[in-house]
């Protein structure tokens, strides 16, 4: 099982970060999410691997037979923070394309001056 | 737990977000009603970190959220350092609200519920004592930051906005990954419980040193200290002026958190020192990469994104050298130079008024670029106040002066604190170089601005004088009547943040203030 996990964190973080580093902002916003799942992942794997544990102590049972609810409990916060910030990441890709009529993170297609941007270049690819 | 004054501690944090949840129910063309919250709960803010700096004794407070004990419940800790950040946010934002109510919080909506948030957050970093609610406060005040800069909307904020929020995000992954580790080494997050844990166990695992690294590459990332901070300058100098003003404490956020653990975990123990000589090294490098900056700048928010990064960089590199006296001398020009810098972006954005060179180069976007201030006219600043020249162009003085660190205001007087601090005892090859880079940045700082100044005040101009309204004085006013009651009571200051220094060494100290007495 922990070579299971470390290879799927391993293959989330790598793809996350191959897409962070690709030129155009809807690449970097999957790159983002990818990265978020791999390090919630790594989080949960600090609370040690367990199965058919519950991460609940009851008053008798011994607190090796539990899970460690802690990380459980940061992973929750840790999604939906990750989760709002990509979607308002999300909004703000669709406005940069609007405005500067380009998805490139730079907001220009490479070899193209800044400003220069012609009203017919504004238009999406048709 | 009964007295009112107790839970004077969680007021900097309830209270914005109390009056930003009223703003969302407020329509947004009652902006009068909006402004007139937004500025009883700013103000409220300041008297409380005052409250709170003047009664603060050597022993740090704690508030247990919900009578929890620590380590298990959550805690609000509040020491010297905390006070004083609490107290730099409060005039600071107060100022920027100010400014900002005269007209730019009609530039957009929402701006006040934003700006609330962004205190909020800020505030709770200052006062949290354990790691995951430090994370749950930065990702608060993050957010609001990022509507903040996007405030205005227009091409160069939204581009701009796009790889601020990039960075930020991957940011926060670095602080999760580094949280998740030191929680799988040490099994506590509490920041005082951790400590107590690395002096029992004499020190720390390999692990944990590399998640206290991995943690601190975040907070490096947030205090945008080289190579980390190319995106600070473009981001704050494309920020709506009243939003790059209160971003200015945003930065500091990550200073106080690194200056915060590492006194605390690596004061003393097996870890002593740990990572001293890469924050040094870094604190350098930000220090000469700012002033570089700021030589190449053209425009003054531009200068003042860059003058953000050299008062960070002086902190961390005087928290590198583990010279108490420099320390000491950096935290008292932090507080100098944030203020000197919030006012630069304030004053950048009167000078530029009406000959806006971006606005030039938007012609070309004619049909999508809106004046933010399209359907008002001009004369909505207010009756403007006369001989405005001569107004703008003191403060940008005295802007210079502190930021530059030349007699006789209190910037100089933190310049002098930590070389006199670093020339006390013997004098390693380090110290020197710290010296020469503060001195050569000195003047670094001084010659765009002047440059700047003359190119702003002297040089005339077809379009007219700079224009000044009421409130953007008082703002003005403000943020420069708080450098000069810091310079005038520069030894008062001085002597607290020696204290400060004192108490953040005194790892025992804060480590029984929150556990208790008691083992837990």
């Known amino acids: 099982m922990e070579i299971v996990l470390s290879l799927g964190i391993g293959v989330f973080a790598a793809s996350g970060v191959w897409l962070l580093l690709r030129p155009r902002t809807f690449q970097v916003a999957l790159g983002l999410s990818l990265l978020a799942y791999a390090v919630n992942l790594f989080i949960f794997a600090m609370g040690r691997l367990k199965v058919g544990a519950p991460p609940v102590l009851e008053s008798g049972t011994d607190a090796a037979g539990i899970a460690d609810p802690v990380p459980q409990a940061l992973v929750l916060t840790a999604l939906v923070i990750s989760f709002a910030l990509t979607a308002l990441f999300l909004v703000v890709l669709l406005a940069a394309r609007g405005v500067t009529g380009s998805d490139h993170v730079d907001g220009q297609e490479p070899g193209q001056e800044t400003g220069q941007g012609k009203p017919s270049q504004r238009e999406p690819g048709r | 737990m009964s007295a009112w004054s107790d839970h004077l501690l969680v007021l900097p944090i309830v209270l914005p977000i109390a009056a930003s949840g009223i703003m969302l129910l407020l329509d947004e063309r009652r902006s009068g009603l909006k402004a007139a919250i937004s500025l009883a709960t700013a103000t409220a803010l300041l008297v409380t970190a005052l409250a709170l700096a003047w009664r603060m004794t050597d022993t740090p407070e704690v508030y247990r959220l919900g009578n929890w004990a620590a380590p298990y419940g959550i805690v609000l800790v509040a020491d010297r350092l905390s006070a004083m950040m609490l107290m730099l946010t409060g005039v600071l934002g107060l100022a920027a609200l100010v400014f900002a109510v005269a007209r730019w919080d009609r530039a957009g909506p929402r701006f006040h519920a934003l700006f609330l948030l962004l205190l909020m957050g800020v505030n709770g970093a200052f006062l949290t004592g354990d790691l995951f609610n430090l994370f749950v406060f930065f990702e608060v005040m993050l957010a609001a930051s990022y509507g903040l800069v996007l405030h205005g909307s227009g091409e160069a904020r939204i581009r701009a906005g796009l790889a601020y929020i990039a960075v930020n995000l991957i940011a926060s992954l670095f602080f999760l990954v580094g949280v998740s580790l030191v929680y799988g080494t040490m099994g506590t997050l509490n920041m005082a419980d951790l400590a107590r844990r690395l002096s029992e166990t004499g020190g720390g695992a390999g692990l944990f040193e590399a998640g206290c690294a991995v943690l601190g590459i975040a907070f490096l990332i947030k205090c945008s200290a080289w190579p980390l901070g190319f995106w600070l300058p473009p981001t704050y100098a494309a920020a709506s002026p009243p939003a790059a003003a209160v971003l200015a404490i945003l930065s500091k956020v990550g200073v106080y958190v690194v200056v915060r653990l590492s006194l605390l975990l690596f004061g003393a123990g097996a870890s002593e020192g740990f990572g001293q000589g890469w924050l040094f090294a870094a604190g350098l490098a930000t220090i000469a990469y700012g002033t570089l900056g700021i030589l190449g700048a053209r425009d003054l928010m531009r200068a003042a994104a860059y003058a953000v990064m050299i008062s960070s960089g002086t902190v961390l590199a005087a928290l590198g050298t583990g010279n108490r006296a420099a320390l000491s001398g950096a935290l008292f020009y932090l507080v100098g130079s944030t203020l000197a810098a919030g006012a630069l972006f304030l004053l950048g954005e009167i000078l ?169």
């Not at chain 2, 009756?383 to 020249?389: E, F, G, L, S």
């Not at chain 2, 005040?457 to 700079?466: G, I, L, Q, R, T």
């Open chain 2, 352 to 520: 530029q008024r009406g000959r806006d060179p971006a606005a030039a180069s938007l012609a070309v976007f004619a049909d999508e670029y809106r004046d933010p201030f399209d359907d008002e006219g001009a004369t909505e600043t207010g009756r403007a106040i006369p001989a405005a020249v001569a107004i703008v162009g003191g403060a940008f003085l005295f802007c210079a002066l502190m930021l530059a660190g030349l007699p006789p205001l209190a910037g100089f007087v933190g310049k002098l604190a930590m070389f006199s601090g670093l020339a006390a005892g013997a004098m390693p090859p380090a110290a020197w170089a710290f010296i020469l880079v503060l001195t050569l940045s000195s003047l670094g700082t001084l010659m765009p601005l002047v440059r700047l100044g003359t190119l702003g005040f002297w040089v005339p101009h077809d379009d007219s004088d700079p224009v000044i309204g009421p409130l953007e004085f008082a703002a003005l006013a403000g943020l420069l009547g708080a450098c000069l009651v810091l310079t005038l009571w520069g030894g008062a200051g001085l002597a607290y943040t020696d204290r400060t220094v004192a108490g953040l060494s005194n790892a025992a100290g804060y480590i029984g203030a929150v556990l208790g007495s008691g083992t837990p």
